[in-house]
């Protein structure tokens, strides 16, 4: 945590940002609910998982933290009432059926959620996101529907591309779509690997895991 911690303070030093405009997402799956209790301990508040059935055990075992989730992985239609009944913020959506069944469950559980466009980098369709030239469509459906607020963008740099490249792009993009909604400020980029080049490139969410809990073990899909 601290040597995380000091990571982020010397990115921000390094592009004149302040520690405070940036967010830590401490992405917890794979590894148990005690260890978000212990995240949580050292002053973690904000947690990201990518699979439903994990997350909603975890945010049910950890429920008496207060702490805030973020669902970051590809999300299926019908995971959607589940994530809805614990994540505060989903930062993978990626096509219109995906917004109109967020909207209606969150309306249905009277909840509202932040959503983020994810923006597809690359042309790896395996990865999620929309590609960029839908991005402002996706994001005019977000605004426009009943229980969710658009939020932001998010990606994921590209393998194998230099990532403070993909997140110069990136940060174009959210421009772009700030300039139709003001409010969504949100610029979800940056792991373990590359949360330096995020923050320079105007990151306001970092989505760290393997620096924080390890290596995870491997796992099939
Ligand atoms: C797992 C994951 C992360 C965290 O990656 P690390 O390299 O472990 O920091 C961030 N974003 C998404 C979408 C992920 O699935």
Not at 40 to 50: C, H, I, K, W, Y
Request: with cysteine.
């Amino acid at each position: 945590m601290a040597v995380v911690e000091a990571t982020i303070t010397e990115a921000c030093k390094a592009a004149g940002r302040t520690r405070e405009e940036l967010t830590l997402v401490a992405v917890s799956k794979t590894y148990p609910a005690s260890d978000v209790r212990l995240l949580a301990s050292l002053g973690v508040r904000n947690v990201g998982e990518n699979r439903d059935q994990e997350a909603s055990a975890k945010a049910r075992e950890c429920a008496d933290l207060g702490l805030t989730w973020h669902f970051i992985g590809q999300l299926q239609t019908n995971k959607v009432r589940s994530v809805v009944g614990y994540a505060d913020v989903v930062h993978s959506v990626d096509r219109p059926r995906l917004v109109t069944a967020l909207s209606h469950e969150a309306v249905r559980a009277g909840r509202e959620i932040t959503c983020l466009v994810q923006v597809a980098l690359d042309d790896d369709p395996g990865r999620g996101g929309v590609v960029p030239a839908q991005v402002t469509t996706l994001a005019d459906a977000v605004a426009e529907a009943g229980g969710i607020r658009l939020g932001g963008v998010m990606a994921v740099a590209p393998l194998g591309q230099e990532p403070g490249r993909a997140f110069a792009r990136l940060r174009e993009i959210a421009e772009a779509v700030r300039a139709d909604h003001p409010e969504a400020v949100v610029i979800s980029a940056g792991m373990s690997g590359d949360l330096a080049e995020a923050v320079a490139n105007g990151a306001t969410h970092l989505r760290v895991g393997t620096a924080l809990l390890g290596r995870r073990k491997p796992f099939v899909r």
